[in-house]
């Protein structure tokens, strides 16, 4: 089955630059999460996106950006790279979280974006 | 908003034994619990979810309970193998109007030892 793919994989970028991760969810999922996980850390809720509109926010900050497009894929935009962003960046994918169907709640990970900032 | 807490951090078993990990959370009004299993340098997988209108679900050697009224949820692991060594996170996520985000406690790093 198809899953939620991430791209790139890995990234190295200096302090200063700009950064674009991309996510593809599964499809016919309309809604897409973003997190970031530093080191022994657990993953923090950045933003989510449901039918190409912000659904809520997280803990992202300023320097960061995101969109989702009409084909449901989603950008995450980092500019003025600190090396505390190095860390990984999980995108995930569900329907949307609606309260009727069991199912819709599930959220599908990406493999991640291991982001090394130098 | 929503605060996850998770203990322990570490928990280390022997192969066979059973484990628990332990989560509370803070809104009253979060009405699923998911559990996510990750290993090294890998992406959360879900291993077992719990709504609020159940209070116990089971999945072969897991299970999860849910105390609403204490907010107090729970993984149990039986019969534990080594493959079950990762780091389990559980996770908070409030009904659709109070927003999409889920909310994960720090993680719990289980060994298994054979």
């Known amino acids: 089955a198809a899953g939620v793919i991430q791209s790139p994989r890995h990234l190295i970028k200096e302090k200063r630059e700009t950064a674009t991760l991309k996510c593809y969810p599964i499809?016919?999922?309309?809604?897409v999460y973003w997190y970031q996980q530093g080191p022994g850390q657990d993953p923090q809720f950045l933003i989510s996106?449901?039918?190409?509109?912000?659904?809520d926010k997280g803990s992202i900050p300023d320097r960061f950006s995101a969109q989702q497009f009409s084909d449901y894929h989603s950008e995450l935009n980092m500019s003025s790279l600190e090396l505390g962003d190095s860390a990984l960046y999980f995108c995930?994918?569900?329907?949307?979280?609606?309260?009727?169907?069991?199912?819709?709640?599930?959220?599908?990970f990406g493999p991640g974006t291991r982001l090394t900032v130098l | 908003g929503e605060n996850v807490e998770q203990h322990p951090s570490t928990l280390s078993v022997q192969e066979g034994d059973s484990a628990v990990i332990k989560c509370t959370y803070s809104?009253?009004?979060?009405?699923?619990f998911p559990w996510y299993k990750q290993e090294l340098g890998k992406r959360p997988q879900l291993i077992i979810d719990?709504?609020?209108?159940?209070g116990e679900k089971k999945d072969q050697r897991i299970a999860v309970t849910l105390n609403k009224t204490a907010k107090h949820f729970s993984l149990h692991i039986t019969e534990t193998q080594p493959e079950d060594s990762a780091v389990y996170f559980c996770?908070?996520?409030?009904?659709?109007?109070?927003?999409?985000?889920?909310?994960f406690g720090a993680g719990t790093r289980l060994f298994v030892k054979a």
């Open positions: 995930a994918s569900s329907l949307f979280p609606g309260d009727l169907a069991p199912l819709y709640n599930e959220q599908f």
């Open positions: 499809p016919r999922h309309d809604t």
């Open positions: 996106f449901y039918e190409k509109m912000q659904s």
């Open positions: 809104d009253s009004a979060s009405n699923y």
């Open positions: 719990i709504r609020s209108n159940v």
């Open positions: 996770a908070a996520r409030p009904p659709r109007n109070g927003g999409f985000k889920t909310i």
